[in-house]
């Protein structure tokens, strides 16, 4: 008998009267439950351990990479000015601690050569065939160096070019040229800007197509047309305290500790000062900052580590970042700073106490910054070293799930571990499921005889009582 006809014997009154569909589930509930219970109770904890572990590797994340983006931004590092800004850009190249002054007098700027070419009635107009070869090198209307460690360029020109196709012939060379057709008054006129730089000058050669003549009009050598050389190219040219400099860039990286120049205009004889400011109180601002961020995660983590009441009280991963910090303070960071400059946080006024939370002492900063300020500005870069680093390969090695001893590696146990349970708890399910049916099918099969026993008992008794009443 299956469910449905058991229970349909139950409602007319046919078998035991007991439910025996409703019996094998709570039979097979109650032989599971205890195990049930114990694997979600495991699964449960598995997750807020799971969830309490990636908070604190998110965070710890988070903060470095926050650090990281406030030291790029520069405004950590003392920021150079100048007193005629129409002379130049500053800036400081990262990673460099600029202090000081400089005087810069730029007598003058890098140029590009401007080339032009013959007046033709429109774009679309055709130039013949052949080849233009352009030759680079210092060029002037009276003579060309050619610069024979660059490569010439060679343009082919096919018969029916028009003045536009040759300037997108040249620009897909991508040698350095900028090349196209302006429509003048007088008509259109190729032109062709070089970079800067006194050897990026370029002269143009050409060999024509004797079938499809024209090509030779757009060649060009010094003194051939001078007309039509519109700019020369040069180097700039400026005195950086005092000294002569040149670059065939208008800007220059890195032409002095922490300073890089992009030059605008010239100041012959009018020199202008380049200064740095102090970072003081940027650093004092970062170090409050850092010392609250580092205590943000340090409450969360002795609240997650508590012997008697956290999550991760005995977690692998959560322990050794709490070992990291409590040593943070007295690690070196910067361990190629030269003698007398400052390696560790400690040194800068940072310190954690026997609850483990970190404090600042803003006295002892102070202190080192007029000691060695370009020393503490050092401590404050992306490099390799330095607050920034150490913050960072603490992120990033708890990010690393094959490593056991980290928060990330801690996750992908719990993970497994808790997978394993949905298994487990699957499994067991299945198992429940099978106990339930077999029950129903043994019941059912007793809930047969015990129908059976009631008929004869109801047949016998029926009996007894016809007896009964012919006796009387």
């Known amino acids: 008998m299956n469910i449905s006809t058991s229970s349909i014997a ?12 409703g019996l094998a589930t709570q039979l097979a509930e109650a032989q599971f439950a205890g195990r049930n219970q114990r694997l979600v109770s495991q699964s449960e904890a598995l997750e807020q351990r799971i969830s309490l572990a990636g908070s604190i590797r998110s965070n710890f994340s988070a903060f470095a990479s926050a650090l990281g983006d406030r030291l790029r931004t520069g405004d950590l590092a003392p920021l150079p000015t100048i007193t005629n800004s129409a002379v130049a850009a500053v800036s400081s190249p990262l990673g460099s601690i600029g202090k000081g002054s400089y005087s810069l007098e730029v007598t003058k700027l890098a140029t590009g050569q401007v080339l032009t070419g013959p007046t033709y009635g429109n774009a679309q107009d055709t130039v013949g065939a052949g080849s233009l070869t352009i030759r680079f090198g210092q060029t002037s209307n009276a003579s060309f160096a050619e610069d024979t460690a660059r490569t010439p360029v060679t343009i082919d020109v096919a018969q029916g070019a028009t003045l536009a196709d040759v300037a997108a012939a040249i620009n897909a060379k991508n040698a350095g040229l900028n090349a196209y057709v302006a429509q003048t008054t007088t008509g259109a006129q190729l032109v062709i800007k070089g970079a800067d730089g006194a050897k990026n000058g370029f002269t143009i050669e050409a060999v024509e197509d004797a079938a499809n003549p024209g090509l030779s009009a757009l060649s060009w050598q010094p003194g051939s047309d001078p007309a039509r050389m ?11 305290d005092g000294l002569a400099r040149t670059s065939a860039s208008n800007k220059i990286d890195s032409v002095a500790p922490g300073l890089s120049l992009t030059l605008t205009g010239t100041n012959a004889g009018a020199p202008a000062t380049i200064a740095f400011g102090s970072p003081d109180s940027a650093l004092s601002s970062l170090m409050q900052d850092l010392t609250g961020a580092l205590n943000e995660i340090g409450n969360e983590l002795r609240s997650a580590t508590d ?21 943070l303070g007295s690690a070196v960071i910067m361990p190629n ?28 900063f102070a202190a080192a910054m007029a000691r060695d300020p370009a020393g503490v500005a050092a401590m404050f870069t992306t490099g390799l070293n330095g607050v920034y680093s150490t913050i960072d390969r603490m992120a990033r090695s708890n990010s690393v799930s094959s490593n056991p001893g980290s928060l990330a590696g801690s996750i992908a146990r719990y993970q497994s571990q808790s997978q394993q349970i949905t298994r487990d708890l699957e499994d067991l399910a299945d198992k429940q499921e099978t106990l339930r049916a077999n029950m129903v099918a ?19 008794q029926s009996q007894i009582d016809v007896w009964n009443s012919q006796r009387d």
């Open 10 to 21: 139950s409602s007319l009154g046919i078998g035991s009267g007991v439910d025996m569909a």
């Open 230 to 240: 519109v700019k020369t190219s040069g180097d700039a040219e400026f005195l950086l």
């Open 307 to 327: 012997p008697l009441t956290g999550e991760l009280a005995r977690d692998a991963g959560a322990r050794a970042l709490r070992s990291s910090l409590s040593a």
């Open 337 to 364: 700073a030269p003698d007398g400059s400052p390696r560790t946080l400690a040194e800068l006024g940072l310190a954690i106490q026997r609850d483990g939370s970190f404090t600042f002492d803003s006295t002892k």
């Open 442 to 460: 043994r019941f059912a099969k007793a809930d047969s005889r015990i129908a059976a026993s009631n008929s004869t008992l109801t047949f016998l």
